[in-house]
């Protein structure tokens, strides 16, 4: 299994609720990542987990909160949106050591209403 | 942040032609990467070159990387209508393996 499977595809979610989006891989990658991207923009990095630890934060609200409950799953949990929020968020994986390239899942289309 | 910078922003090409696309990026790196992304759906990862190679080769793909001017290309050889899509080098400096994107270039190939 060589790929990163995200779910939803695509969410509606007004801004009073609550709702999780997922992102699984087998392939015994040990990083994984949380992208947010807007259109005709670059991929703009959040959230790094490392070993299932969080490394890195990219100074990102607390409205968005990730997990990773496993190797295999990460989560990004979203509460109280606003409708900037609205993007595309890609989850994304790499091997150990450093230098070698991503996989990326397809995203989830948010939009915030 | 953003640390590349690609160029140009679009390009508009006749299938058969060759494509080349521009990154500069602004720090020391350990290796730059090309992804390729299809109407706002995942980037998929094109070529892989590290900070001591010059050039890489994948099938029509032609990377280079000239780290004193801090800068990389992409040559697409025979272009083919399929080959439309958004591309974006990444820079990955090495530490904790985070990749920063450049803003892209957006190819059309016309049939």
């Known amino acids: 299994d060589t790929e990163v499977t995200q779910t939803p595809k695509h969410l509606v979610m007004g801004m009073t609720n609550k709702k999780s989006l997922k992102c699984e891989q087998h392939?015994?990658?040990?990083?994984m990542y949380w992208y947010k991207q807007k259109a005709k923009k670059p991929p703009e990095l959040m959230f790094v987990y490392s070993y299932e630890k969080l490394s890195i934060n990219e100074s990102v609200p607390s409205r968005f909160s990730p997990e990773c409950p496993n190797s295999s799953l990460l989560n990004l949990h979203l509460h109280a949106l606003q409708p900037e929020d609205s993007a595309l968020y890609l989850c994304a994986s790499s091997g150990q050591p450093d230098g070698y390239g991503y996989t990326f899942g397809s995203g989830t289309r948010l939009t915030v209403v | 942040s953003q640390q590349g910078e690609e160029d140009p922003q679009a390009l508009s090409i006749q299938e058969g032609e060759n494509a080349t696309m521009n990154c500069s990026y602004k720090t020391s790196i350990n290796n730059l990467q090309w992804y390729r992304q299809n109407s706002g759906r995942g980037l998929v990862h094109l070529i892989l070159?590290?900070?001591?190679?010059r050039e890489k080769h994948s099938g029509r793909l032609r990377v280079t990387l000239d780290t004193s001017k801090k800068s990389s290309s992409l040559l697409i050889t025979a272009s083919r209508a399929a080959d439309t899509a958004s591309y974006f080098c990444a820079t990955d400096l090495g530490a904790g393996n985070m990749l920063t994107f450049g803003g892209g270039t957006r190819l059309m190939v016309k049939p």
């Open positions: 070159i590290r900070s001591n190679e």
């Open positions: 392939m015994g990658h040990r990083a």
